[in-house]
């Protein structure tokens, strides 16, 4: 053990301690008690145990009193619907010295490696949610029991830009196999950190057996007693230390240069580790974990990792310049214009959100009944999966209606518009529904990039029009830019983020410029890289350029994704407003208007080339770029228009840009987004002269 109890408190002295209690139970069956061990850090579920050095210390200190009373066996559960969720990442931000930095990660293991090699038999009670540090803890013991209302099980380290640090890359893979272990280590943290459920914990044999919540405890103690007694002996499967295993880090390698191109050292330790685990020597297994999160945690992509966290988890919940919530309106109807894809979308997140009725209109009755089919198909579809009861599905489908008269919209409290892109056609739409709506129902638009003062501009209530900008697809992206109109009040601002908020979205506030925050500044940075194709720039090195930052998809991959259209028409919009900045590209004009998708097409075996009837129709220069420099001019055009959006206040901070790529561009948090980026690799200081952030956030402190 590592630290004391005065040096854990003077390690981390904010730390919300984690404490551990040991208590004697009698269990029948057994002429022993058990020793039960109980973590709890004082607070409800929503704050959840970790791990900083007290509570590592606490936990110490416990399996010291379950040690000396000799038990039958030792336990170890959480507080209600808690487990643990892992190292108090809190604290790991303030950390400056890297002897601190060792100390933490060695003392993890000292104390959880008790468990382990235990000859007093040791079991996890995980009686809710199980993470990165907690799931190692749980880990550590001989046993395992689940209790079935457990709402998140992961690793979700990877994706933070670490790896497994407390015993997990070893353990996990010589209890569940390597391949199974490489999903829930990498793969699953890699997709945008997907959580397990009861069911496939326990199929995977993390756990051996799954207890209903209500006695979740007496039964797990009933249960520990059997295998004290040898009336169950849990199940192990036979772990394959051959061609499996290197096929299994054979994907895991694959799965990290697909997904990062190296550029998050967090992924890359966890397949070596992972690697390493195939000899089962935990001295050797743990001395690299150990090493491996020493250096991690004084690295500044790390500390970029630890920013995105704060940002989805606490800045996200709290949007900067957000009104205060009493002013929202209450939305007991909401009104659709528009029954194309996007607004059937939009409808099925409000009425699963929201519960209340919804009604779509559109120019005629077949797109109508189309886009409420849409809807009605997709419940049926939730139905089918189990995530909706019979009774449940019936009734939102009941909610859903269609109608061709905006009549219709005469009590809804909230109607939003997904119409054609074009000025005039949402102005007249927006006319059109002043004329149906009650006063105080507010009006939004869901336009990506037209101004919403504009659009606002010939109404007799301009002041109850928002933006309400959602990304595609809606059900998957998280972020919601909710733009304020020069003469949108406070009351329209609340009810907005009210109703994002319901429909779990996270919200930025963003003011009324040209395509907002997302678009504006992916289409800066993809106008750069198509600016490079014109000069001469080959396709394939163009496009490949941006790979070192770790990007979900190369530029040309996102156009083919958004639709060359769209792009081209939010491209227009910008030039109209930045001509300096945002220049036309001929080509793309010509790629539209042939009707092409995309640039890339693929052969059967799923080989990529160029399209050569997009190579033929695109006229390119004589001044080829490397894929370094057309890095450093995309990289220095969004340097440039984040600090540019950030003098005209489109936001409050570097931070909500961040947030906003992040979870509407599905950015890597192992970059901090895009700004922390920027700061470490001195882009910021070439192009604007400073960085964007103040030393010690997103990077090292200095001690």
Known sequence: MTFTAEEAK?????????????????????EKPVALITLDNGHDHTRPNTFGPQGLVSLNA????????????????GKPFIFAVGADLSGVEAVSDPKLAREIAQTGHDVFRRLTESKIPTFGFVNGAVMGGGLELALSCHYRTLSENTAAIAFPEVFLGLFPGWGGTQLLPNLIGADAAVTVIIENALAQNKMLNVKQAAELGIVDAVFGSADYLEQSLLWLAKVVNGEITPERR????????????????????????????????????????????????????????????????????????????????????????SLARKVNKVGIVGAGLMASQLALLFVRRLKVPVVLTDVDQERVDKGVGYVHAEIDKLLGKKRLSPDGANRLKALVTGSLDKAAFADADFVIEAVFEELGVKQQVFAELEQHVKPEAILATNTSSLSITA???????????????????????PLLEIVRGEKTDDAALATAFSVGKQLKKSSVLVKDASAFVVNRLLLRFLGEVLVTVDEGTPFEVADKALEPLGLPMTPLTLMQLVGPAIALHVGETLHEAFPDRFTLSENL???????????????????????????????????????????????SAIAEEIRIMLDEGVVAEAQDIDLCLILGAGWPFWNGGITPYLDRSGVSERVNGKPFLAPGVASVPTA
């Open 238 to 325: 036979e772990i394959d230390r051959g061609s499996a295993w290197d096929a299994a880090i054979a994907r895991a390698k694959s799965i990290v240069d697909g997904r990062t191109h190296g550029a998050s050292p967090g992924a890359t330790k966890a397949v070596e580790l992972l690697e390493l685990a195939k000899e089962n020597d935990l001295d050797r297994g743990y001395a690299a974990e150990t090493e491996g999160l020493a250096e991690l945690l004084m690295s500044d992509v790390l500390r970029a990792g630890l920013y995105s966290f704060n940002l989805v988890n606490k800045r996200a919940k709290r949007p900067a310049g957000a009104p205060d919530k």
């Open 62 to 77: 416990a399996l010291d009193v379950a040690f000396e009373a000799e038990p039958a066996a030792i336990a170890v559960t």
């Open 589 to 635: 004009a010509k790629f539209v208007k042939a009707g092409k998708k995309g640039v890339w097409i693929w052969d059967a075996q799923g080989n990529q080339s160029a399209d050569p009837e997009v190579v033929e129709l695109w006229t390119q220069g004589d001044k080829p770029s490397t894929s370094e420099e057309v890095r450093d001019r995309a990289l």
């Open 455 to 477: 659009m606002a501009s010939k109404l007799q209530h301009p002041e109850r029009v928002v933006g309400f900008h959602f990304f595609n697809p809606v059900a998957v992206l």
């Open 10 to 30: 003077a390690a981390f002295p904010d730390e919300v301690v984690t404490h551990a209690v040991t208590r004697l139970v009698k269990v029948p069956g057994l």
